[in-house]
């Protein structure tokens, strides 16, 4: 034989590709792992806007039971009045202890400390006669965690016109 020519040993199985195994399932974990983390992502996301469409849903439930009380009582509709401070009208209901409709609305979270405003008339709408009145109600809300963030509160804004 000649000397330049060196014969080759037949690979044997697991020579030189040991390993491969192990970083091919290494590398599916991985993949598997980022698609596990990616859901519990957008399952918290979802929790959120789950939590802020329940809050908009209790909010708008609110304003248009205020509204139709105040289509009932419309000869009364200026006694519905409150710029949020001061005391509550009895019509509305009261803050200590809840009760009414301003009590319902002091139970959604954050509200007792952006109190309800009720504008009878509304910005810019004629003063309220005995067959009605234009009239903007807002509710606020706040989450706990977005107060803790220094954000401001959210808000449902109503503007009705209430005439016989």
Known sequence: MNEGMKMRKPLQPGGRERGVMLIEALIAILIFSIGILAVVGMQSIAIKNVTDSKMRSEAALLTNELIAQMWADQGNIALYNYP????????????????????????????????????VPAPGTPAPTASGATIMIQIFWQMPEEASQGLPPHNHTVIASIFL
């Open 84 to 119: 949020g401070s001061g005391t509550v009208p009895a019509r509305l209901g009261s803050i200590s202890p809840p009760n009414g409709w301003v009590g319902r609305v002091i139970k959604l979270p954050g509200a007792a400390t952006v109190l309800p405003k009720v504008t």
